[in-house]
C-alpha cells in the first residue's frame, strides 16, 4: 500500500475519499467540522496527489479498490470496520467498499457509477474533456487566474454552485491536476460495476447536489434501485459540495455514521 493520507481526531474512524483530479486537500473545509468527534482519514487515491502512480496496465477501479483495502488494514484499529465517504469518484469507491463488506457505513456525494446510458457516460467525459483543453490554454497562468474569486468563478463552476468559495490555493491544484491528470485517459463506463448482494441493512447516505453539470442528479433515480435501502439527499449544490456546503455535508457524514455505529453486517468478502 503506497497511499499518502493523514490521520486527525479520535472516535470511530472516518475515511473520506475525493474524486477524480482532486486529491485530500478537498476535504479541508469539512474535516475540522468532524475531527473534534471522529477519527478522520483523509487519503490521496492512486494516481492522484502524493500517492504512487497507477500501474501501467490493469483494472484501475479494481486496483484503487485493493490500495484502499490495504490502508483500512493499516489504519483502522483491530476489530473496528470504518465508516467510508467520497466524493464522486471516491463515492463510487466508497459505495464499492460497503458492497464488499468493508465498511461500517457510507455517505456518497454525487457518486459517480449510475450512467444510464452511453450518452450519459460521453457528456462527463466531454465535460472533463473541455475542462482539460481550457486549463491547457492558461498553462501557467492558473495560479494567477485562481487568486481572484471571478477567475475561480469561472474555472470551478463545473464543479461547484458556488464556485467562488472554492479556495484559491486548491483551485490551481485542481487546475493544474486535470490537465496531468491519467485516470481520465483511462476511464470505461464497463468498469462501474458494483458487487453484489449489498448487505440490505448497511447505512447508506446518497446526498446529490441539484445543480451538479458532471453527474446530474436525475442519475440518482439509478443509484436508489441499485441501493433501495440508501437514505436520498438532494442539496443546493453543485457537483463537489464540500466547498459550497461543509456544514450541511459533515452534517449528512456525521448523521449516516451514527446510523452505523450500531450496525453490525457481514464479514468482509474481500
Not at 185 to 209: C, H, K, Y
Not at 215 to 220: I, S, T, W
Not at 255 to 264: K, W
Request: charged share 20%.
Amino acid at each position: 500500500m503506497d497511499l499518502y493520507h493523514q490521520v486527525t481526531g479520535s472516535g470511530p474512524t472516518i475515511i473520506l475519499m475525493h474524486g477524480v483530479c482532486h486529491r485530500a486537500h478537498a476535504w479541508d473545509p469539512v474535516v475540522p467540522l468532524l475531527a473534534d468527534r471522529y477519527r478522520v482519514v483523509v487519503v490521496d487515491l492512486p494516481g492522484h496527489g502524493e500517492s504512487a502512480d497507477l500501474p501501467d496496465a490493469g483494472d484501475v477501479l479494481e486496483y484503487m479498490i485493493d490500495q484502499l483495502g490495504e490502508l483500512i488494514a493499516e489504519v483502522v484499529p483491530d476489530g473496528e470496520r470504518p465508516h467510508v465517504v467520497g466524493n464522486s469518484l471516491g463515492g463510487f469507491l466508497a459505495l464499492e467498499l460497503g458492497a464488499r463488506g468493508l465498511a461500517s457505513s457510507v455517505t456518497a456525494l454525487s457518486p459517480a457509477g449510475f450512467f444510464r446510458s452511453d450518452a450519459e457516460w460521453r457528456y462527463t467525459m466531454t465535460v472533463f474533456h473541455s475542462l482539460r483543453r481550457a486549463a491547457g490554454k492558461l498553462g501557467r497562468h492558473i495560479p494567477v487566474v485562481t487568486e481572484r474569486a471571478a477567475g475561480r468563478a469561472v474555472m470551478m463552476a463545473a464543479f461547484c454552485a458556488r464556485p467562488w468559495r472554492y479556495p484559491a490555493e486548491a483551485a490551481a491544484i485542481d487546475g493544474e491536476a486535470i490537465i496531468s491528470n491519467t485516470v481520465l485517459d483511462r476511464a470505461d463506463r464497463r468498469t462501474f460495476l458494483f458487487s453484489a448482494p449489498v448487505d440490505e441493512e448497511l447505512p447508506i447516505t446518497i446526498r446529490w447536489g441539484r445543480f451538479d453539470l458532471v453527474l446530474p442528479v436525475r442519475q440518482v433515480s439509478l443509484a436508489s434501485r441499485l441501493f433501495p435501502q440508501a437514505r436520498v439527499e438532494i442539496s443546493a449544490d453543485g457537483h463537489v459540495p464540500m466547498s459550497d456546503d461543509p456544514e450541511g455535508v459533515a452534517a449528512s457524514i456525521a448523521a449516516t455514521v451514527e446510523r452505523g455505529v450500531a450496525y453490525a453486517g457481514p464479514a468482509s468478502r474481500v
